[in-house]
């Protein structure tokens, strides 16, 4: 961050820019000019395919907060985006909202945040998901690009790490908390995520 705000000084509003998709447009704005835009509504500027023998784990997960598909790249993706659902300060969700753009002093750089969180008080908050073991200089430096930007704004910036086992058993008995008929995506087809307070009394894992 130190290095950053060397770098960019009270220019950070300039420096970056978002690339975004809205009704079909691609947009290329300053970040500046660019922040006040709804990213909650916008379209994912990255396709959410998977593919076999390819990294990661992609697919959508149908959010009631969203009232739509939010899509996702990993299973730690999808377990924070259920997480994200459920958390009753959040309005809305959008997923891989835009590409955040900058000269990091010898090359451009691009990187695309996982989520884009539109709170009940109105504030934003960006959600990058990353395990701890998995993160390397380039994604750090990502990460702390995105900080700087957000802080510039009055966003609030999360990286998102691995849960606690506990805590994510606690999550998955809590599926589905802020109502009915959430539902994954898995191999094509979606199935339905049920609550422990069902019928059967078990929490119904949706694979």
């Known amino acids: 961050m130190a290095a950053l705000s060397r770098a960019y000084g009270d220019e950070a509003l300039s420096a970056f820019?978002?690339?975004?998709?809205?009704?079909?447009?691609?947009?290329r704005l300053p970040l500046g000019v660019s922040w006040q835009v709804p990213f909650e509504a916008v379209e994912p500027v990255r396709s959410f395919r998977w593919d076999k023998g390819t990294p990661g784990f992609a697919g959508w997960y149908y959010s009631v907060t969203a009232?739509?598909?939010?899509?996702?790249?990993?299973?730690?993706?999808?377990d924070w985006l259920i997480q994200l659902d459920r958390d009753p300060q959040v309005r809305a969700?959008?997923?891989?909202?835009?590409?955040?753009?900058?000269h990091d002093g010898r090359r451009q750089r691009r990187?695309?945040?996982?989520?884009?969180?539109?709170?009940?008080?109105?504030?934003?908050r960006v959600v990058d998901v990353r395990a701890e073991e998995d993160m390397d200089q380039r994604t750090r430096e990502a990460f702390a690009a995105a900080e700087r930007a957000c802080e510039a704004v009055g966003w609030?910036?999360?990286?998102?790490?691995?849960?606690?086992?506990?805590?994510?058993?606690?999550?998955?008995?809590?599926?589905?908390v802020k109502g009915s008929g959430a539902r994954v995506e898995f191999g094509g087809h979606f199935r339905p995520i049920r609550r422990a307070s069902d019928t059967d009394s078990r929490c119904q894992s949706p694979w």
């Open 17 to 27: 820019e978002l690339d975004f998709r809205s009704d079909g447009e691609r947009r």
């Open 93 to 102: 969700i959008s997923s891989q909202p835009f590409w955040l753009r900058w």
């Open 67 to 78: 009232r739509d598909h939010v899509g996702y790249e990993s299973w730690l993706e999808r």
């Open 111 to 124: 990187h695309a945040p996982d989520y884009f969180v539109r709170l009940a008080t109105g504030h934003a």
């Open 156 to 176: 609030e910036f999360e990286w998102a790490r691995r849960p606690d086992p506990v805590l994510m058993a606690q999550w998955t008995l809590s599926w589905g």
